[in-house]
C-alpha cells in the first residue's frame, strides 16, 4: 500500500474521532473528496429536487469530475489534518 493510501486509510479513522461535528459545507467536502478518492468520477443520475440531501452531495461530487483520486485522497487527508488541528470547522 502506498504512503498516501495508508494516510488516507488513518484520516478515514481520525474523522471518527473529531472532537466537534463539523459543519455541512465541510462534511460534504469530506463526502465529495471520499467518493471522488474511492470510487473516482461521479456516477448515475442526479437525484431529483426532493432529495435534496441526495442533490448536495451529488453537486460537490461532481464538482471533483476529473480529480485523480490519489490527488483527492492527499486531499481528504489534508482536510482531516486541518479539522484534527482546529483550522476548519
Given at each position: 500500500?502506498?504512503?498516501?493510501?495508508?494516510?488516507?486509510?488513518?484520516?478515514?479513522?481520525?474523522v471518527?474521532?473529531?472532537?466537534?461535528?463539523?459543519?455541512?459545507?465541510?462534511?460534504?467536502?469530506?463526502?465529495?473528496?471520499?467518493?471522488?478518492?474511492?470510487?473516482?468520477?461521479?456516477?448515475?443520475?442526479?437525484?431529483?429536487?426532493?432529495?435534496?440531501?441526495?442533490?448536495?452531495?451529488?453537486?460537490?461530487?461532481?464538482?471533483?469530475?476529473?480529480?485523480?483520486?490519489?490527488?483527492?485522497?492527499?486531499?481528504?487527508?489534508?482536510?482531516?489534518?486541518?479539522?484534527?488541528?482546529?483550522?476548519?470547522?
Amino acid at each position: 500500500m502506498s504512503d498516501v493510501n495508508t494516510q488516507f486509510a488513518q484520516a478515514q479513522q481520525d474523522v471518527q474521532q473529531l472532537p466537534e461535528r463539523p459543519g455541512n459545507l465541510t462534511l460534504l467536502r469530506l463526502y465529495a473528496l471520499f467518493k471522488q478518492a474511492t470510487e473516482g468520477d461521479v456516477q448515475g443520475d442526479k437525484p431529483g429536487f426532493t432529495d435534496i440531501v441526495g442533490k448536495y452531495k451529488y453537486e460537490a461530487w461532481a464538482a471533483l469530475q476529473g480529480t485523480a483520486q490519489e490527488t483527492a485522497m492527499q486531499q481528504y487527508v489534508e482536510l482531516v489534518e486541518s479539522l484534527k488541528s482546529g483550522a476548519t470547522s
